[in-house]
């Protein structure tokens, strides 16, 4: 008895070692991933303003797409009702909250940690990288669509990044191995989709939605890192990217 409550007591101070761990090591990756973004962005704008084979593809995506868009009115209102009904910021960011309240009812209290320190991280850092590069959408002859704010980077394709990344990672483990290729391949389009609609619309320069997706991968990065490192603190073995970030979130009993 005196061993096996030992053995109990140890366990638990382990456990809670590592959770003070995570939660430092979350938000430490939350806010390197911020900082970094600053250096990031400028790095960007000055490339954008004096490198002139980068803003030639901007120039020639934005005028090509902006053609195709004015001779196809339909194809048009389908890319609007994509970008700002079922790919728009609000409907993802949506999406992760229920996500991350369900992972709370679950009692998967780090998992849940993890999903709403991403998704938070994510949009600040978006923030904070428009607010200080204040760079300006493109102007086009007769627009099919406006958006306001500044256009770097594109919050809809690094929300996107975020959100997919963070439904995917939790997700994975509840899907059937069959059937996480097609997982991956949904969440994959997608991402690239939102992409293809911020810049066919004229709302973003080509290079704003690229700046998007990295820094959405970079903070995904980060916060995975964090929640990793966790694992192998509390004892658990490292998980595999193509298996979710908690394959345990398929067994009956909630995590405690």
């Known amino acids: 008895m005196v061993v096996r ?115 938070v991280a994510g949009g600040l850092t978006g923030l904070l990288v428009k607010t200080v590069v204040e760079r300006a959408r493109p102007s086009l ?24 990344a963070v439904l995917l990672l939790v997700l994975l483990p509840l899907v059937p191995r069959r059937g996480r290729a097609l997982c991956w391949g949904v969440a994959v389009l997608s991402v690239l989709g939102v992409g293809f609609t911020r810049v066919a619309l004229g709302v973003h320069w080509f290079s704003d939605v690229v700046g998007g997706w990295l820094l959405g991968l970079a903070v995904v990065a980060s916060t995975g890192w964090a929640f990793e490192a966790w694992r192998a603190d509390s004892g658990r073995g490292r998980s595999d990217v193509a298996e979710g970030l908690e394959p345990e979130l398929t067994q009956a009993a909630p995590e405690r």
């Not at 002859?141 to 996107?160: E, I």
């Open 141 to 164: 002859a007769d627009p099919v669509a406006r958006a306001p704010g500044f256009s770097f980077p594109s919050g809809h394709a690094m929300t996107a990044t975020t959100s997919f």
């Open 5 to 119: 409550a030992t053995t109990r007591l140890l366990r638990e101070r382990r456990r809670r070692a590592a959770d003070r761990a995570f939660g430092v090591r979350l938000l430490g990756a939350a806010a390197v991933a911020a900082l970094s973004a600053v250096p990031f962005a400028l790095v960007l704008v000055l490339v954008e303003g004096h490198w002139r084979p980068l803003r030639a593809v901007d120039s020639g995506a934005a005028g090509h797409l902006h053609r195709t868009a004015l001779d196809h009115p339909a194809w048009t209102s389908a890319l609007r009702f994509l970008s700002d009904r079922v790919w728009d910021p609000l409907t993802l960011r949506c999406a992760v909250a229920l996500l991350t309240g369900w992972l709370l009812y679950r009692r998967a209290w780090r998992l849940a940690a993890w999903s709403a320190v991403t998704a």
